[in-house]
């Protein structure tokens, strides 16, 4: 199903215009030689306890300078569910610059937008005190979730890397983790082995908290179902960091 630009501007307006923290124009300073551009919203801020917070990345489509088309998909569905289920939370929507990638074919001048993205989210770590933090991340932005876990699995509380990929070589390293991978079945962009060969890996070493989902007759477009679904994001909410539990 395909939405205008207009319409989808003004969905995406009615959904966050009872978020506090819209800014126009966030910019973190980032070690990958140039500044990264990002989106925060504060859900619930009015509420009582500690903040959850998201990063959520998007796809090579999305990629950019205006500070907005990373918005396209998935964060109408985010925030209208923290919102609908009183949930407090600090939401991150950056930006990848247009020749770059959120992991993998980094030009030798430039420096990683994983170090970046691992840089904004200490920033707002210390800023916001927050008892769990999650990732969740379509195509590009999934191959860059399932990276960001394996860098440094402890920081998550849960992933949720939709059509994309990793390194199944490593994947022990995420045994501990709730995962919970999307792909579509029929998927000639990103290719379902990488998904599966991930979940598999996980489970061979030991992991039970994976939860994989594979769509039926499901093109590339696999983030649409997976995020219209309140379940995937009730599923997300509730993991908590080990420490916590």
């Known amino acids: 199903m395909k939405y205008t630009a207009a319409v989808w501007v003004v969905v995406l307006a009615v959904v966050m215009a009872g978020c506090a923290g819209m800014p126009g124009s966030d910019v973190a300073e980032s070690a990958a030689a140039r500044p990264l551009p990002y989106r925060q919203f504060v859900v619930g801020a009015e509420r009582p306890g500690p903040f959850a917070l998201v990063l959520f ?25 923290c919102r609908k289920n009183g949930i407090k939370a600090v939401l991150l929507f950056p930006q990848c610059p247009r020749d770059r990638w959120w992991a993998g074919k980094e030009p030798p001048e430039g420096g990683s937008m994983l170090t970046a993205l691992e840089a904004l989210l200490d920033a707002k770590t210390e800023e916001f ?12 932005g999934g191959f860059a979730v399932w990276e960001l ?13 939709v059509c994309g990929g ?22 000639t962009v990103v290719p379902v082995r990488l998904s599966r060969e991930m979940v598999r890996a996980i489970w061979n070493a030991g992991g039970e908290n994976v939860v994989y989902q594979e769509l039926p007759l499901c093109g590339h ?19 908590q960091n080990q420490q916590n539990q």
């Open 221 to 239: 477009d696999a983030w649409t179902p997976a995020f219209r679904c309140a379940d995937n994001w009730k599923w997300l909410f509730a993991q």
């Open 129 to 140: 005190k927050p008892d769990r933090v999650y990732a969740v991340g379509l195509s590009m």
């Open 149 to 161: 876990a394996l860098r440094n699995p402890e920081r998550f509380a849960a992933v949720m890397p």
């Open 57 to 81: 990345l998007h796809g090579a489509g999305e990629r950019g300078d205006d500070n907005a088309a990373q918005l396209k998909h998935g964060s109408a569905e985010l925030i209208g569910y």
């Open 166 to 187: 990793g390194d199944p070589a490593r994947a022990a390293k995420l045994t501990g983790l709730p995962v919970l991978a999307v792909h579509g079945s029929a998927d």
